[in-house]
C-alpha cells in the first residue's frame, strides 16, 4: 500500500517543481528581489509557498474568476485550475482528507492525485496511486475481508480525530502557548 503522507509529500513537491516559474514570482513578490529561492527546497518551504498562494487565492478568486470565465486562453485556464484545484488538494491530502478517516473521500482524492501525476508525466508516482486503485477496486468487487477492515479502520480513526481535538486538548494548547509568550517576554 502506498503511504498516504508519501503521496501528500511527493504531490506538493511535484506541484511546486513543476510550475517553479510560477512559484519564483510569488516568492520573490512576497520576500524581495534580493532572496532567492532554490530549485529544489525545503518541504517547509514548498509548503508555505503552496499556502501562499492557496491563501490568496481564496482573496482575490471571486473577481478573478468573472474576468476569465469565458476565456479560452490556456495559460489562464491552467493558472485557475492549478490555483482552484491542485494546490487545495496537494494541501488537503494528508491532513484534511486523509485524517477525516472519510474512506470515500480518500478513494477520490487519490483518484485526483493520480491524474495530476499522471498530467505532470511523474514517472513511477503515476503508477502508485493507480495500482492502489485497483487494489482498492478489486477488494469491493470480491468483496474481501478487508473492506471491512478499513471501514472499521475509517470508523475508529473518525473517534479517535474526536478524541484528540476536544476543547480540553485545544485549552491546554492555548494554555501552554499564553504560558510561553508571558515567560519568553511577548504580548
Not at 79 to 89: E, F, G, M, S, T
Request: glycine content about 2%; aromatic content about 18%; overall charge positive.
Amino acid at each position: 500500500m502506498i503511504r498516504p503522507l508519501h503521496v501528500s509529500l511527493n504531490s506538493r513537491e511535484t506541484v511546486f517543481l513543476l510550475n517553479y516559474q510560477f512559484f519564483d514570482k510569488l516568492f520573490h513578490e512576497v520576500f524581495g528581489r534580493q532572496k532567492v529561492l532554490a530549485r529544489k527546497p525545503k518541504p517547509y518551504k514548498i509548503n508555505l509557498l503552496l499556502e501562499l498562494a492557496s491563501q490568496g487565492w481564496s482573496r482575490v478568486h471571486v473577481p478573478i474568476l468573472r474576468k476569465f470565465e469565458q476565456s479560452k486562453d490556456a495559460e489562464a485556464r491552467y493558472l485557475i485550475n492549478l490555483l482552484d484545484n491542485i494546490i487545495p488538494l496537494v494541501l488537503d491530502f494528508y491532513p484534511v482528507i486523509f485524517r477525516s478517516g472519510n474512506w470515500p473521500a480518500y478513494k477520490e482524492a487519490m483518484f485526483r492525485i493520480w491524474a495530476i501525476f499522471y498530467q505532470y508525466h511523474r514517472k513511477n508516482y503515476n503508477k502508485l496511486p493507480l495500482a492502489f486503485l485497483s487494489d482498492v477496486f478489486y477488494w469491493t468487487n470480491t468483496n474481501h475481508p478487508i473492506c471491512k477492515f478499513l471501514q472499521i479502520l475509517s470508523m475508529y480513526l473518525m473517534t479517535i480525530m474526536w478524541k484528540i481535538f476536544t476543547a480540553h486538548y485545544v485549552d491546554r494548547y492555548r494554555n501552554r502557548t499564553r504560558q510561553n509568550k508571558s515567560f519568553s517576554g511577548h504580548k
